[in-house]
């Protein structure tokens, strides 16, 4: 019996890396690993007792999700964001970690051969991929709103994954009105929302953006950046009712829930900022010494105005050159040609590892 569906797919890019891993990891200092973004300070101890309190959790959870996880993601939009008028009944849906919803969204919508489904020219991904699961054409695209043709569905990025770069109001408002205009639903991806650096990033569903109303928006929110909770498998969607209503009941029939334990994770997590400035500071420190390091070592670092990446170029080397180029001092990190092909030239340096590990990656640099 042959399967064919891996073959739709395009190829897992991390698999790639493996030789100049290999290389980085004979270091004698060992290796420094910034090639994924994945959190490795600890979870918020108010988060594990709310996980383990919540423990005994013997019946089925339900897709919907618990009334507390939803309310507390209301009320963050509303403190952090300034995202108002969400019903928590309506229009939110607790998620098995935002990759696995943004992976499944145009299968799980009905999108298919013949639809094409706009990702962004420099994109994360999974948009793509998600896109060649239900056989639809992805088209990346530097502005959604200047594409002419039929769509089904649009991804925005903001802080955008690899580049950090924070996407204007401006052109936020176009992209709604254009979404409007062609309905078109167009998916805000803001997991990296709450690190915004040289600038605040806006959500889609803020009301200067969508102007009060959530018609053709979807906003998806992530607790593994802003709570170190990448392994626990947390997050919402949010926005217009018509389409989270879809989204729930095919669901339903997936059998796709949050467990309930998580529910309560996600709750005491929401609730809570002070965790979540101490993170920030954690950042902020390991974004600055190794901006510092890399410059001085002649790299040019553009955009990064948020998220959790530097996106560096060095005018000797393209991305996969300059791959190697740090593989020789143990440093791995991932070549912006895995983004796509405006990546050509530049690499994606993660600010997740241990300040001991981002130190020693400084002092290869300066030697």
């Known amino acids: 019996m042959i399967f064919e569906t891996s073959s739709r797919l395009p190829d897992f890019p991390w698999d790639k890396l493996a030789p100049y891993k290999q290389k980085a990891a004979g270091h004698p200092d ?143 408002r176009r992209a709604v009105e254009w979404a409007r205009a062609n309905d078109v639903l167009l998916v805000s991806d803001e997991c990296y929302t709450e690190f915004g650096w040289d600038e605040k990033p806006v959500s889609v569903l803020h009301p200067d953006v969508s102007g009060g109303s959530f018609d053709n928006l979807l906003a998806v929110h992530s607790l593994s950046k802003r709570s170190n909770l990448a392994g626990y498998r947390g997050g919402f969607a949010t926005g217009d009712p018509t389409v989270v209503a879809e989204l729930l009941e095919v669901r339903k029939h997936a059998g796709l829930m949050v467990p309930s334990p998580i529910q309560a994770a996600m709750a005491a997590a929401f609730a809570d900022d002070v965790h979540v400035e101490e993170q920030r500071g954690r950042y902020l420190r390991r974004r600055a010494v190794l901006r510092d390091a890399l410059t001085s070592a002649g790299w040019e670092i553009t955009l990064s105005n948020g998220g959790l990446y530097l996106w560096a170029s060095h005018p000797s080397y393209d991305a996969y050159g300059s791959v190697a180029a740090l593989a020789d001092l143990g440093i791995l990190v991932a070549p912006g040609a895995f983004y796509g092909t405006a990546g050509q030239r530049h690499v994606r340096v993660a600010l997740t590892g241990t300040d001991e590990r981002i130190d020693a990656a400084v002092k290869r640099l300066e030697q």
């Open 30 to 172: 060992g290796i420094v690993d910034l090639s994924v973004g994945s959190p490795v300070d600890p979870v918020p101890e108010l988060v594990k007792k709310a996980l383990a309190d919540a423990a005994d959790a013997p019946a089925y959870p339900t897709t919907l999700g618990t009334a507390s996880a939803r309310q507390a993601a209301v009320d963050w939009m509303d403190r952090r964001l300034g995202v108002t008028g969400v019903d928590p009944q309506r229009e939110v849906l607790p998620v098995i970690g935002t990759k696995e919803l943004i992976m499944m969204l145009p299968t799980l919508l009905g999108i298919g051969a013949g639809d094409t489904v706009l990702i962004p020219d420099l994109a994360y991904p999974t948009y793509e991929a998600g896109a060649a699961l239900a056989r639809a054409t992805s088209v990346p695209v530097a502005d959604p709103s200047a594409y002419e043709g039929a769509v089904r569905v649009a991804y925005l990025n903001s802080p955008r994954n690899p580049s950090g770069e924070i996407t204007p109001a401006a052109d936020l």
